[in-house]
């Protein structure tokens, strides 16, 4: 069954310390992609990957950076947390063709104190 | 710029009425378009798209949406609504061809009274 897996579901973090978000997909996509839920914004694009090796920048990329080690797997990494930063993080699969749906994991709440 | 627009931040309606979630976008090529679903405390759920085609589009969970590019709309409908249809609806417009990036909309609360 196709799955997106997120990890930690929940991180409290200080500010200024360093959290990683993690996101493993067994769907064999070569697109994934790291989206920020927040109260009257809807869902926005942070970092995405075409594949392996490759990280792009989205529509809010400043304080996060992204890492694409495999094909399963694709990280979130904020070095120096800020408050700013506290959100739901969704990541999410997809094949890379303009018609198909990605698939999204359960998503990580993250709070920075 | 591309953009998506629900106008509606709540709709409140009783069971077995018809409901109609609004949603317009901004694209200068020719645009898909998706629904998703959010449960409370839960992921985003994909329903329906149009890519091309047929201008009413069918998913899952009973709903259905009308692609009409004369005022560039894609709205969310169903009828009757179901108490469990309670939930946030996400209009989405892939904005990257081949990238598969989305644009949403702010989302739209559905609440359906018994």
């Known amino acids: 069954e196709a799955a997106v897996t997120q990890s930690p579901r929940n991180k409290v973090a200080v500010t200024g310390g360093k959290v990683t978000l993690s996101c493993n997909q067994t769907n064999n996509h070569n697109n994934m992609y790291w989206y920020r839920q927040d109260t009257g914004h809807g869902l926005r694009l942070i970092h995405y990957s075409y594949g392996a090796g490759s990280t792009e920048k989205g529509d809010i990329p400043d304080g996060y950076k992204a890492s694409r080690p495999s094909q399963e797997n694709f990280s979130l990494i904020l070095e120096l947390a800020t408050p700013s930063q506290t959100s739901v993080y969704f990541c999410?699969?997809?094949?890379?063709?303009?018609?198909?749906?990605?698939?999204f994991g359960e998503g990580t709440r993250l709070s920075v104190l | 710029a591309q953009s998506v627009d629900q106008p509606d931040a709540h709709v409140t309606l009783s069971e077995g009425a018809s409901l109609e979630l609004r949603c317009s976008y901004s694209?200068?090529?020719?645009?898909?378009l998706f629904w998703y679903v959010q449960y409370p405390g839960q992921s985003l759920q994909f329903l329906l798209k149009y890519i091309t085609g047929d201008t009413v589009v069918k998913g899952t969970k009973g709903f259905e949406a009308e692609f009409r590019k004369s005022n560039s709309s894609f709205n969310l409908k169903k009828s009757p609504a179901h108490w469990s249809d309670s939930a946030k609806y996400f209009c989405a417009l892939n904005t990257g061809a081949n990238t598969g990036k989305l644009t949403f909309g702010h989302g739209t609360i559905l609440r359906v009274h018994p």
């Open positions: 999410a699969s997809g094949p890379g063709t303009g018609g198909q749906a990605p698939l």
């Open positions: 694209y200068s090529a020719a645009p898909y």
